[in-house]
């Protein structure tokens, strides 16, 4: 295999949670004032950190959203994900898979680690996870579309950036990877392949990765 390190975003990667989480922030800000569509939510927000709808929100409208509104989001998503998350199909034997081969992976997330272990509890994905395999963007000072998430996931991996390579499904992060230095493996499952330019290669099922990492299966 070429690469030394797998790096998979989380969300709309691990678990299926973009649904979810944009359909929750859409009709969120609309109830703020600040109407958005779930088509607008992804288009501008998807795989970005929470910073990222306080600055565009401001660039908008001139307005800042209320204290209470990240922990309000949180609340309202995590509740969300308690009845209805699942993981992304097939992803779980794509994890099985690098364990049994011994390949190291990690994650590189825009959400929180509360956010993130909450999702993967509620998906029943947390025993693929050990806690130092996850980073998230309260770990580094910029979030994606900047490279620091995953330079500072590699690092503390121990892997130099050029031997990793990131399963990504939105724009911002695979210009995060792109600007890191790293392969980037696009999953189009609900972004097109058309709006994941710069990509290494696109997959639109899990069962892809395989022969896409080499895995020989």
């Not at 998503?77 to 009845?83: D, E, I, Q």
């Not at 580094?140 to 031997?163: I, Q, S």
């Amino acid at each position: 295999m070429g690469y030394e390190l797998v790096i998979f975003d989380n969300d709309g990667v691990l678990v299926d949670s973009e649904p979810l989480s944009n359909t929750i922030l859409a009709g969120y800000l609309t109830e703020l004032g600040h109407p958005t569509t779930y088509e607008e939510s992804l288009r501008d927000y998807m795989g970005a950190a929470v910073h990222r709808v306080h600055d565009l929100v401001f660039e908008r409208s001139g307005q800042r959203l209320p204290e209470e509104f990240d922990h309000t989001l949180y609340e309202r998503t995590v509740a969300a994900f308690g009845r209805d998350l699942k993981p992304v199909p097939g992803v779980t034997d794509v994890l099985a898979e690098l364990s049994a081969q011994g390949v190291p992976y990690c994650l590189a997330s825009s959400g929180s680690h509360e956010k993130i272990r909450a999702g993967h509890r509620s998906a029943g994905i947390d025993e693929w996870f050990e806690e130092e395999w996850i980073f998230s963007s309260e770990d580094v000072g910029r979030g994606k579309p900047a490279p620091d998430l995953f330079l500072h996931a590699a690092d503390m991996m121990g892997v130099a950036p050029a031997r990793c390579v990131v399963v990504e499904d939105s724009r911002l992060g695979v210009e995060a990877a792109r600007a890191a230095g790293m392969d980037v493996l696009a999953y189009t499952a609900m972004t097109p392949a058309s709006d994941l330019a710069g990509a290494t290669a696109h997959f639109g099922e899990m069962k892809e990765l395989y022969g896409l990492l080499g895995l020989g299966v």
